[in-house]
């Protein structure tokens, strides 16, 4: 969890930076039409283009035509290197490709388009290339309970201790507490704004965002001086669920924002957590309401977290794998196989996010598995075969 | 729920009741060797030929060697009469055959084995033969917090309200709690005993059982002067858990025997519900162990209970049901096709309980149906296809 990984500009072109730093600004993220024509021109291309209004396509065009001529980028980068942040961009080595490769135009009612970001403005040490493997989003209320409070801080201390990262958004209430549980056991805690790195909010956590900083990784899609609004905390969201590979609900409303970070965590193949509480306690209402779905985990304990996650949580080798011949089977297949957990049983979804492999081609593989007397049905999960 | 279903001692001859009351007697109940000579024989031989010790088997002549001389059967249905109870007997048309059906020889580590009542001493107006459908079971530790006594109480009385019936163990704690509620809100509701009705226990619920024999039913395997032990709770747990459509953990530690009337429960095929509970209660760890069990359901409010038992819990027709054509389907397919829900979707193990059709004629019938476009998969577990 060492530094070393720190500004990987040396091996980014700087027209490239700017170029990502220029497209930040010209368009609310996460736009479709910017995202899109950068797919296909790459962003030095599409950025020359923006500017120019040259050739864009009649969204693209629509989407930047207020914004164009504003190119602040040389501007932001020099501010965010003066307060020891840097520019994320996808094509530095530690950008956090695995965590972010499940983001693309799947969208659900009431949600954002679950676009993946161009760059991510950083503070901190921690290298971001290891997002999702180990790292556990803690989510919840933001008028949390004394209960729930007490819960994700020590859960998170817990975590840290069990050398898993955890990833919130800072806000007052469950957030907060789960960012100082992870840094009183000594772990790093990603932080992720709906603000620019130098609006810090809630204006009251300014001293922990530092903190956090200072271990692990504060970070953002917004430009500097951009204030956080109730449609970037949703936007924000999106990223919490995708950098990790489970989002822990600590406790909810009825109608809380960690119900929606729980079902984008969903929608991409994560695991979804919930800490259960009294039925009595309005801030449980939402973790029990979740906890109606049967892929989602009740969990009470942190060990039960860590077992949720799985072997995949911790980079352990399960070393209860039989050696079982796997010969003859495709190389689709065999990361099927290696998804497996002998412990855990996984839905196909959650299979097909742990393997990279579409669900369909999943499910196809588990009837081979199966057959094979490599993996066995359990309550419609799936897991190793006993050997 | 009134009465109309007393005594039928007018339609079951009295050679009957006096041949069981007197098998109830001579071997600790349930006896295998003693269950097993009544199914081949009937009541009344197998009373004569064990009071003769002629032609037993040997398990038999070794089960009943040192009480076959003691009958009281004569004394012991005069006393239970000048009580208010009586013996229902499966000869009895208000016997409870449908719940007690899936008793057999299936047993687990530490269980008694699941094997039904020879008959059932009984005190109460409510008729038996409707357990099952509407019945759920409340169970949960003696050592109960404020908090579980309370749920468990306030969802008695919510679930009278829904029409049901609760059953329990008229135990300090939660059940006593349950029993109440039930009774408070005008409900009917079973107490199963571990003792003989006319040694109430606990000792400081003697009027609480008076109350539930009122309107509701209090009973027993046990015959009058039988004194509770330790194995006799566990004995009697599996008739709470038979005689309901669903279990419901209010509280349980560690090790509370409440686990074990859900793991009875689960064998089953009933429903398993857990209330969840602050993570911090030691009340709770039992139903948060129960509750990563993917059969399990988590349920946080009284309504939660209502839909998870389903439309069986309640006699309410799923008017949802679509006319879609059945024709060529089998008899027994046709009963898996009755017992699927469109709302809740169901698993194989307990379409099987709801259909009465063994676990691998569901499976083979869940493919048919869903070929047929009549049925569908969600998670493992199955749902009437939407018209």
């Known amino acids: 969890m060492s530094a070393g990984h720190g500004t990987r500009a040396d091996v980014v072109p700087p027209e490239v930076l700017a170029a990502r730093a220029y497209l930040m600004r010209v368009a609310e993220p996460p736009s479709r039409a910017v995202g899109a024509f950068v797919a296909r021109h790459g962003p030095v291309e599409t950025a020359d283009r923006i500017r120019r209004g040259l050739d864009l396509s009649a969204d693209l065009d629509a989407a930047t035509e207020a914004r164009r001529d504003v190119d602040r980028s040389g501007a932001d980068l020099d501010a965010m290197a003066a307060r020891g942040g840097r520019l994320l961009v996808p094509e530095d080595p530690d950008w956090p490709a695995w965590s972010l490769k499940d983001l693309h135009e799947a969208a659900a009612e009431d949600l954002p388009d679950l676009l993946p970001p161009l760059a991510l403005w950083v503070r901190g ?9 180990g790292w556990v989003a803690v989510v919840g209320s933001r008028a949390a309970t004394d209960y729930g409070l007490w819960v994700a801080g020590d859960w998170a201390a817990g975590l840290a201790d069990a050398g898993m990262t955890t990833v919130s958004g800072a806000a007052l209430g469950i957030d907060g507490a789960a960012h100082r549980g992870s840094l009183v056991a000594g772990g790093p805690t990603v932080a992720v704004l709906a603000c620019g790195l130098d609006r810090p909010y809630p204006a009251a956590h300014s001293r922990l965002l530092d903190r956090i900083a200072g271990t692990g ?17 949703l936007v924000r969201n999106r990223l919490v669920a995708a950098l990790a590979i489970g989002t822990l609900v600590v406790e909810a409303g009825a109608r809380s924002g960690a119900r929606r970070t729980a079902l984008v965590a969903h929608l991409l193949g994560r695991s979804v957590m919930v800490v259960p509480g009294p039925v009595t306690s309005a801030q449980s209402v939402g973790c029990h309401a979740l906890a109606r779905d049967p892929e989602t985990s009740v969990v009470g304990r942190v060990d ?4 949720t996650v799985g072997d995949l949580g ?6 209860g794998r039989p050696s079982r011949s796997t010969d003859g089977l495709s190389p689709r297949v065999l990361r099927v196989h290696e998804a497996l957990s002998r412990r855990t049983a996984r839905s196909a979804r959650r299979l097909a996010y742990y393997s990279g492999v579409d669900l369909h081609s999943v499910e196809l593989g588990l009837d081979q598995l199966e057959r094979a007397e490599l993996a066995e049905r359990s309550g419609g999960r799936w897991r190793l075969r006993p050997g």
Chains 1, 2 share one sequence.
């Open 304 to 307: 039960d977290v860590v077992e």
């Open 217 to 233: 990784a504060v970070l953002t899609e917004y430009p500097p001086g951009t204030v956080p609004g109730r449609h970037r905390f």
């Open 314 to 319: 911790r980079f352990a080798p399960d070393e």
């Open 125 to 133: 040490p921690l290298p971001l290339v290891d997002a999702g493997r």
